[in-house]
């Protein structure tokens, strides 16, 4: 179900002299520490007295110096350090009553009726069940005159707000988890590696990767590193595996790859519900095949490291959500669990989530792996079957005739066009294999529309595409020129190689030649094909989409250097870092980067910004460096300001800062393109062009491409995947500074000034917020 969205004001000290205390719980992931310092701003920022706990529930059972009073600083520069600087642990005590009395003791002396928990499911119902004993616990500390009548009257009421940190992502009802993503990135950063040293030797690589009862990151990061075969817990292998995998390996082995990599997770099991482990599977692969094999068992690697931007973000959004939710909570609202559907962060019924996620362990339990996996909710499903289909060893037999060729499959050709990308060449992986697969011919369009003129067009095979998924950069070759006047040309290209249907990767380019040649359809017959555009390009730029390949490795990359940028002026006194992005007329990357890197400015052409904004900006930078702190980064994107550029805004900082601070610039250029694809972009790519195949085919099998329809652009819009009709973007799109003009992350703008005041030296009234209501997944109940 699609939730409703609606605008919020938030009040500065609108909810004054109320006592709210954050905690993690559990086992920690990277993005907590975003978490935590969200809470702790957004509940200062509205007037909040808020605490940590240390510890978990243990400092909460312990009580003294385990909770103690937060203010702005004490959270600053934690956003881009793994774990929990506040502490997790595991509690026995407060399991039981005993404990959870000394735990409500210590919060009524401080008036914290108001608790945020980052933490598992278990930490989840322990916080429900306390706030279900509330009343009679505090009745109880009262008969004991442990507590005043006025403070049993006065706390009556505890409030519970939930955010899942894990890295697992094993938890029902919210899309991701906070630390899945930047787990992922640990696993494939580590797989890439094994890559390039196996790639010197014939190995088999067996990795085991966590996820007790979950396999998601597993399943993910075989997507991620296409691996030969992964084993998860919800979906076990058949009984003849060792068969299958033997005679998979041999082959692969035969046909000349050299290196073969198995991901097992923690948790795998087959059929009759017996441990799959590394050692197992090694055994299996050594007997059988007497393959040099090496096992890799990552642990808590994958728990550890700076948190990917998306984490970040993640912990950002939630936990001023986690906020919200309390400060709006009446005595009877239900413990909400702030979660991510699709692309909004929405609340959702704790327990209800809870007991999905126990109902998973007993759908594994009860062997019924279809229910695990439906349990698991839209994206394990999808993910599940995309590697299925592009891990099947060899297309099937039937779609070949006699002679090896395609027996009555389609010609579908593929090119770029604009910037290469991140993403882009898994993308076209996807593509071939998935038209190999049905037996369809599929032609490579090298350098883009440049490519198409001159007949640069090759047939791809299956092994042509081994090994590009985690390649940055366009392997096709990609230029920024459009049709243009050379359409006769590309239509008699068209006709030349019998093209009957056409994917484009590429950013804003790809978006406007693809409109060209539909837009020519009437002048040139040969255009009635079906036309599909993936968005690639690291601005995030293109209408129909809230993201484009290419844009997760960029920001991630910035994100990086931000971090760098600050860790290089350790030791310096106080100093300002001017940093300027790319994304042309886009301040997605700026913004979404300075949430990310906890900036305190993100200058954008979207948001008209006035010589005294800039002023103001700078006065509340002295007074932060007066507070106390010692680095500030200011972000701004390429044309955000014709006349305010970045070498006028370092100019300003550095004379209006003489004697308090001193300022940098960086302009950062081409690097923010990044090397690897992030595991995310490499999916992306993955199942966008899975997708974007079967689109095509069933459009060619309705008949001549007349109709809008049949030249549509693949996007994520909030939480699905949607083909919009290239025509309706046009109203969409402002074509002078090409970018969409809506844009989805405009409504994160008020969280990064939130996040980044301090005490501010004018009166601000307040901000608006977007509120999304969310509803779980209908699909997935039972
Ligand atoms: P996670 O939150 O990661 O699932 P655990 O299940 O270990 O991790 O729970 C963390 C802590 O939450 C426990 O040590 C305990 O203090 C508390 N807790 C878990 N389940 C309950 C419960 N049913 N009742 C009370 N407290 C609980
Ligand atoms: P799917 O996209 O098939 O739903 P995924 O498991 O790839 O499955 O992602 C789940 C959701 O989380 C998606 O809605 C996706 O938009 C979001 N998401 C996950 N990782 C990222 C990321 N790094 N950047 C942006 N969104 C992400």
């Not at 599929?442 to 490519?451: A, N, P």
């Not at 305010?644 to 004379?655: A, C, M, V």
Request: with cysteine.
């Amino acid at each position: 179900m699609e939730g409703a969205s609606s605008q919020r004001f938030i009040g500065r000290g609108s909810h004054k002299g109320k006592g709210l205390a954050v905690f993690t719980s559990g086992g920690d992931s990277q993005g907590m520490n975003a978490a935590v310092r969200s809470v702790v701003r957004m509940g200062i920022y509205l007037g909040c007295k808020v605490y940590f706990i240390r510890e978990g529930y243990q400092g909460m059972v312990d009580g003294g110096d385990n909770i103690e009073e937060a203010n702005w600083s004490s959270v600053s520069s934690i956003i881009h350090k793994g774990g929990t600087i506040i502490g997790s642990a595991r509690c026995m005590e407060f399991i039981k009553r005993e404990g959870r009395l000394k735990a409500a003791f210590n919060l009524v002396t401080r008036g914290i009726t108001n608790l945020v928990v980052i933490g598992g499911d278990g930490s989840l119902t322990g916080a429900n069940l306390f706030r279900e004993e509330w009343s009679s616990l505090l009745d109880e500390l009262l008969a004991n005159n442990k507590i005043t009548k006025d403070q049993r009257e006065k706390y009556k009421h505890l409030h519970i707000a939930g955010m899942v940190g894990s890295i697992d992502n094993d938890f029902c009802g919210t899309d991701m988890t906070i630390g899945t993503d930047s787990a992922l990135h640990r696993i494939i950063e580590a797989i890439d590696a094994i890559v390039s040293t196996a790639y010197s030797h014939q190995r088999t690589f067996i990795m085991e990767v966590m996820g007790r009862h979950c396999g998601y990151l597993a399943l993910v990061a075989a997507l991620a590193s296409e691996a030969d075969q992964v084993f998860i817990p919800e979906d076990p292998v058949p009984n003849n595996w060792v068969e299958k995998l033997c005679k998979r390996l041999a082959q692969e082995r035969k046909s000349g790859q050299r290196l073969n990599i198995i991901i097992v997770a923690e948790g795998a099991i087959d059929r009759e519900g017996k441990p799959i482990t590394a050692e197992l599977v090694k055994k299996v692969v050594v007997d059988n095949l007497q393959q040099d094999t090496r096992i890799t068992v990552l642990g808590h690697v994958q728990r550890g490291g700076s948190p990917s931007a998306f984490d970040r973000i993640l912990g950002c959004r939630m936990g001023a959500e986690a906020v919200m939710a309390l400060m709006e909570a009446s005595p009877d609202t239900e413990p909400c669990v702030v979660s991510l559907d699709g692309n909004q962060a929405v609340r959702l019924p704790l327990m209800e989530c809870v007991r999905r996620t126990k109902a998973v362990a007993q759908a594994m339990a009860d062997k019924n792996w279809d229910l695990a996996v439906q349990l698991r909710g839209r994206s394990f499903a999808r993910n599940l079957e995309t590697y299925k289909m592009l891990t099947r060893l060899k297309p099937p037999k039937e779609a070949f005739d006699a002679s090896g060729k395609p027996a009555e499959g389609l010609t579908l050709a593929v090119m770029h066009v604009g910037a290469p990308a991140c993403g882009m060449n898994a993308a076209v992986r996807s593509f071939v294999r998935n038209c190999i697969y049905r037996g369809d011919t599929v032609l490579g369009i090298h350098d883009g529309v440049e490519g198409f003129i001159s007949g640069n067009i090759v047939n791809m095979d299956w092994s042509d595409v081994t090994g590009w998924v985690a390649q940055g950069g366009a392997f096709l070759g990609t230029k920024r020129t459009l049709p243009g006047d050379k359409k006769g040309e590309i239509a008699a290209r068209i006709k030349q190689f019998n093209i009957q249907g056409l994917l484009i990767i590429g950013g804003f380019e790809a978006y406007q030649a693809g409109l060209e040649i539909y837009e020519a359809r009437a002048q040139f017959p040969e255009f009635c094909i079906p036309l599909v555009v993936i968005p690639a390009t690291i601005s995030n730029n293109v209408p129909g989409t809230d993201f484009s390949l290419g844009s997760d490795t960029a920001l991630n990359e910035i994100t990086e250097i931000c971090d760098r940028i600050r860790q290089s002026a350790q030791g310096t006194k106080r100093r300002v870092f001017v940093i300027e992005t790319m994304g042309g007329y886009c301040g997605y990357l700026s913004t979404l980067a300075g949430l990310a890197g906890g900036a305190d400015a993100a200058y954008i052409y979207e948001e008209k910004f006035s010589i005294k904004d800039l002023q103001q900006d700078v006065y509340h930078m002295a007074s932060k460096m007066t507070g106390g702190i010692q680095r500030g980064l200011i972000l701004r994107n390429e044309k955000a300001n014709d006349n305010y550029n970045t070498e006028f805004i370092y100019r300003l900082y550095s004379e209006e800062g003489k004697g308090l601070f001193t300022a940098r610039m960086n302009v950062l250029g081409h690097m923010q393109q990044g090397g690897s694809p992030t595991p995310f972009d490499r999916n992306m790519g993955t199942k966008m062009a899975a997708k974007c195949l079967h689109w095509l085919v069933e459009t060619i099998q309705k008949g001549p491409a007349n109709a809008p329809d049949s030249a549509c652009l693949l996007g994520i819009v909030k939480r699905q995947y949607k083909f919009s009709p290239l025509e309706d973007l046009k109203a969409q799109t402002n074509f002078a500074q090409r970018i969409p003009k809506q844009q989805w992350w405009i409504k994160l703008r008020p969280l990064l000034r939130i996040l980044a005041k301090h005490e501010s030296t004018y009166e601000e009234e307040g901000l608006y917020m977007t509120v999304e209501q969310g509803e779980i997944d209908s699909e997935n109940v039972i």
